[in-house]
């Protein structure tokens, strides 16, 4: 497989992550576990508007990540918040950590895909 097709396919499926967490469990179901981390970061912000705040900003994430498809440095923002998402709720909400499909595993699946992303663009 060469750079370009690893490129495209690393991007793309972050963008797709991006829009998935953003749009699913965030603006269609609510998923309590998704409210539970929005109002412990966001306490300043009523229940609903942190957890809308939240799915709009990784939906648009998402699309900037598909319609600026070039630009390598949009990934960089993916990294950091990975990590330090995953460090803040390590912190803040560390029963989160026991479930199946936590923040921890998604997390650094997404800062993986990230990298390798950056990687290939090079």
């Known amino acids: 497989m ?13 963008a797709l992550i ?27 912000l009523e229940k609903n508007m942190a957890l809308m705040s939240s799915g709009i900003m990784e939906t648009i994430y998402g699309f900037a990540l598909l319609i600026f ?9 993916a990294i950091f918040f990975t990590f330090f998402a995953t460090i803040a709720i390590l912190i803040q909400i560390p029963s989160l950590m026991t479930h199946a499909f936590n923040p921890f595993s998604t997390n650094l699946a997404v800062c993986a895909l990230a990298y390798i992303c950056l990687l290939s663009k090079k």
């Open 2 to 14: 060469n750079q370009k097709a690893i490129y495209r396919c690393s991007r793309i499926s972050l």
């Open 18 to 44: 991006f829009l998935y967490h953003g749009i699913v469990p965030k603006l269609i179901f609510k998923s309590e576990q998704e409210v539970l981390m929005n109002n412990t970061f966001m306490p300043f």
């Open 69 to 77: 498809f070039h630009k390598a440095k949009l990934v960089y923002p």
